[in-house]
């Protein structure tokens, strides 16, 4: 504030509010917050409108609005409506990939794995305790993927991607999975298994 004697400023969470001490006062104001830097100029003065200001002549308030802001919000929530709906599907999953192989560490192999070409289901035994999931990029380096339990069939994970290895990790017991199917442009099914109801059981598969 360059003339703190001429207004009084009261910042009030995201809010800012400023009134004159007197008559004609005029001076500059600048807010710093952790994005932005805004200049102002403030002059306070009677109205040349009389008791009845015209709205260039007087302003009681100031919005900002950040169209870029706003676009990124509004791509957030629609990302996230999409993924709600791509997990609604998982509700009630229809294969169309079985063609997966395992080997490891028994306590940590599904019994059980297939995709929908947009997630992958691993049944493990019933009341075991879940492992932590990854996929192997690339390079060989493994990062933690998104995933959660199916509400209805609470021994089943369900990975948020299709991929062409995952690694089960609990404790020292680690098991891999691997989709023999695998295609970074859909899923091809080679396995003639894709009908509800059918199941290939992989534990204990090399």
Same mark, same amino acid.
């Given at each position: 504030?360059?003339?703190?004697?001429?207004?009084?400023?009261?910042?009030?969470?995201?809010?800012?509010?400023?009134?004159?001490?007197?008559?004609?006062?005029?001076?500059?104001? !600048?807010?710093?917050?952790?994005?932005?830097?805004?200049?102002?100029?403030?002059?306070?003065?009677?109205?040349?409108?009389?008791?009845?200001?015209?709205?260039?002549?007087?302003?009681?308030?100031?919005?900002?609005?950040?169209?870029?802001?706003?676009?990124?919000?509004?791509?957030?929530?629609?990302?996230?409506?999409?993924?709600?709906?791509?997990?609604?599907?998982?509700?009630?999953?229809?294969?169309?990939?079985?063609?997966?192989?395992?080997?490891?560490?028994?306590?940590?192999?599904?019994?059980?794995?297939?995709?929908?070409?947009?997630?992958?289901?691993? !049944?493990? *035994?019933?009341?075991?305790?879940?492992?932590?999931?990854?996929?192997?990029?690339? *390079?060989?380096?493994?990062?933690?993927?998104? !995933?959660?339990?199916?509400?209805?069939?609470? *021994? !089943?994970?369900?990975?948020?991607?299709?991929?062409?290895?995952?690694?089960?990790?609990?404790?020292?017991?680690?098991?891999?999975?691997?989709?023999?199917?695998?295609?970074?442009?859909?899923?091809?099914?080679?396995?003639?298994?894709?009908?509800?109801?059918?199941?290939?059981?992989?534990?204990?598969?090399?």
């Amino acid at each position: 504030m360059g003339d703190k004697d001429a207004w009084e400023v009261a910042p009030v969470g995201n809010h800012i509010f400023i009134k004159p001490k007197g008559d004609d006062a005029t001076t500059n104001m !600048t807010v710093i917050t952790s994005r932005r830097v805004y200049n102002f100029e403030l002059s306070a003065h009677w109205s040349q409108n009389g008791a009845h200001p015209h709205p260039n002549d007087m302003l009681f308030q100031v919005n900002f609005r950040y169209p870029d802001e706003i676009a990124a919000r509004q791509e957030r929530e629609a990302e996230a409506q999409r993924l709600q709906a791509r997990l609604n599907q998982s509700d009630n999953p229809v294969p169309a990939n079985w063609n997966y192989w395992a080997k490891g560490s028994e306590e940590v192999t599904p019994s059980k794995a297939f995709d929908n070409n947009q997630f992958t289901f691993l !049944t493990f *035994d019933n009341n075991a305790e879940m492992p932590a999931i990854y996929v192997v990029n690339p *390079d060989g380096s493994e990062s933690l993927v998104n !995933t959660h339990i199916d509400p209805e069939n609470p *021994d !089943t994970i369900v990975v948020h991607k299709v991929a062409r290895q995952l690694v089960m990790r609990k404790g020292n017991s680690v098991a891999c999975i691997f989709n023999e199917s695998y295609d970074p442009e859909g899923v091809t099914n080679d396995t003639g298994t894709t009908i509800p109801g059918v199941e290939r059981v992989i534990r204990g598969s090399q």
